[in-house]
């Protein structure tokens, strides 16, 4: 199976490549490393002792695009580009607006060109109107509360209505919730620039030592400790959700939606804690105010992709925390490393 995939090079899309690879899928990884380096492409074909095509470029020049899916010919798509800091996006809404889903429809565009239409793509958990209280089902109201969210939310609609509209489309859309974890070799692993906005790989600075303390975003939840719950995925489990996607999307067609979590609840303290078992170190930390805009507790319902897609989870907490460890330690400057 050939295999197109945007934003490659990133933590979700390396991952996802090298688990491709083992399956013997061609790939092609398209992507414009502002947010990823193409070290790990290297790493990615090394840990797979595969070769795969890499093309720079970026999902808005619908060109660079065609080029690339013309020479790829591709039976499907798996699109991960995207612009993803929560925060930025009130920033910076027109730039979330542009990249994320004027890309996304030059994305679909090119496949029309180019006669692919199967494409599996990378929602989040942050679609969901969290008025409802946690778990969520597929079926629940979306009111995302964030520019980012809602470029997830719109372009959910857009691949709805261009499935629709071909009888030969088949889109499958997954809504990650908490991803984090890093692949066992400790090789590729999430590399956020500057100081991390999400907790696990600020827990990881601060158990290295470049990171002095955490700030505990709340301590008067309606939780068991206080602290903010999220269900949280092995970035190996979601990779594999991506391979079981495509299965399906290879022979149902039509549009579909399916959480990837594991349906199981961490709070900050507990995440913390399994972090402290796992790098042998007590992680200094203090309860501060709570983060605009945060949720007390965010976990999926998962049945609906076991039952259709097949897929569930297998990782655990510690499994996270022991590979995101493993990453930070063997890569203190991420990818700036080398190869
Ligand atoms: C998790 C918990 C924080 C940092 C975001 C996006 C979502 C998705 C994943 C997609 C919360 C607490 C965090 C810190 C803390 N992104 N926390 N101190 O907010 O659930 O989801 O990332 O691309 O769309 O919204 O993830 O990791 O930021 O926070 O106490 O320094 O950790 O309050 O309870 P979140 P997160």
Redesign the pocket.
């Known amino acids: 199976m050939r295999v197109f995939v945007t934003g490659g090079a990133g933590f979700i899309g390396s991952h996802t490549l090298v688990q491709l690879l083992r399956q013997n899928a061609e790939v092609t990884a398209f992507d414009n490393y502002s947010n990823s380096s193409p070290v790990a492409l290297a790493r990615v074909k090394r840990l797979a002792q595969s070769d795969l095509s890499s093309v720079e470029g970026d999902i808005c020049n619908r060109a660079a695009l065609e080029t690339a899916m013309r020479a790829a010919k591709p039976d499907a798509v798996i699109h991960f580009a995207g612009l993803?800091a929560?925060g930025e996006s009130s920033e910076k809404p027109l730039s979330y607006y542009k990249n994320n889903i004027a890309g996304s429809i030059a994305l679909l565009e090119t496949m029309d060109a180019v006669g692919c239409r199967n494409i599996v793509f990378s929602s989040?958990?942050?679609v969901y109107d969290p008025a409802k209280a946690a778990p969520f089902t597929e079926e629940d109201p979306l009111g995302a509360v964030n520019p980012?969210?809602r470029t997830k939310q719109f372009i959910e609609e857009i691949i709805r209505d261009w499935a629709a509209a071909n009888s030969d489309a088949s889109a499958a859309i997954l809504r990650?919730f908490?991803p984090v974890g890093a692949h066992v070799s400790g090789d590729i692993g999430e590399d956020p620039v500057g100081i991390p906005?999400?907790?696990?790989p600020?827990i990881a600075r601060v158990a290295a030592g470049s990171l002095p303390r955490?700030?505990?975003?709340?301590g008067d939840y309606p939780t068991s400790d206080g602290?903010?719950a999220?269900d949280y995925i092995h970035v190996e489990d979601l990779a594999s959700a991506h391979l079981a996607a495509l299965k399906y999307a290879a022979t149902v067609k039509g549009c579909d939606v399916f959480n990837i979590g594991t349906g199981r609840s961490t709070t900050?303290l507990e995440m913390l804690h399994a972090f402290e078992q796992a790098c042998g170190k007590a992680i200094a930390y203090r309860i501060t105010e709570r983060?605009a805009g945060?949720v007390a507790s965010?976990v999926a319902d998962v049945s609906k992709a076991k039952r259709i897609l097949g897929w569930q989870a297998k990782y655990d907490v510690a499994d996270m925390c022991q590979s995101s460890w493993n990453w930070q330690s063997r890569n203190p400057k991420g990818y700036d490393n080398g190869q």
């Open positions: 993803k929560v989040s958990a942050t980012y969210g990650y908490n906005n999400n907790l696990m600020f955490l700030q505990v975003f709340g602290t903010g999220r900050v983060r945060d965010s």
